[in-house]
């Protein structure tokens, strides 16, 4: 029954917690800006700080970072140290986040993902790191981080399968939205 009430949370609470416009709301409060209103509408957290400023966006990070920490906690608390359902966890929250205001929710995936796989999290950060100081390409670069989570994934837990296949999944599904949105930096 903990398990059932468990998936429940995650389709329907996570997905609510991803819509919220904490980072329009932080922006409007500090500076009464209001991030949909001003440039490519994105309510990013690098929106609000090119419109609201460093304590705005500052704040933005550490409220995004929370979602997507709590996200993958939620789903540890009710699925113990099962791989998947922190991946789902972070997926819904994602959709909620692309449903709600438009983002991507980089910055919850990010934090999510550490907290959920600090190993493949701190190389695939590492790696893609050194490859935008060569490259220095933004877009690309989004992407390489996209691919580097599942490859890396795969070389860290190489007997998990079904892990692999659900980073693949997330990585999926933030490409699309990285497609599906305007980039908040234009």
């Given at each position: 029954?903990?398990?059932?009430?468990?998936?429940?949370?995650?389709?329907?609470?996570?997905?609510?917690?991803?819509?919220?416009?904490?980072?329009?709301?932080?922006?409007?409060?500090?500076?009464?800006k209001q991030l949909k209103n001003l440039g490519t509408g994105n309510v990013g957290v690098s929106s609000a700080f090119y419109h609201g400023g460093n304590l705005a966006g500052i704040l933005s990070v550490l409220a995004e970072a929370l979602k997507g920490i709590t996200a993958v906690l939620i789903a540890r608390y009710f699925f113990g140290n099962d791989p998947i359902w922190p991946i789902i966890s972070l997926m819904f929250l994602v959709m909620g986040r692309y449903w709600g205001s438009q983002g991507a929710g980089t910055t919850n995936v990010a934090w999510g993902f550490f907290t959920y796989d600090p190993i493949v999290a701190g190389l695939t950060f590492l790696i893609s790191f050194i490859g935008f100081t060569l490259l220095r390409m933004r877009d690309q670069g989004r992407l390489f981080v996209l691919v580097l989570m599942p490859v890396l994934t795969a070389l860290v837990h190489p007997t998990d399968g079904m892990r692999v296949i659900i980073v693949a999944c997330l990585s999926g599904l933030v490409a699309w939205i990285y497609h599906k949105i305007p980039d908040d930096l234009d």
């Open positions: 029954m903990n398990q059932v009430l468990g998936a429940l949370l995650i389709v329907i609470l996570i997905p609510l917690l991803g819509a919220l416009p904490l980072t329009g709301w932080i922006t409007f409060l500090l500076t009464g």
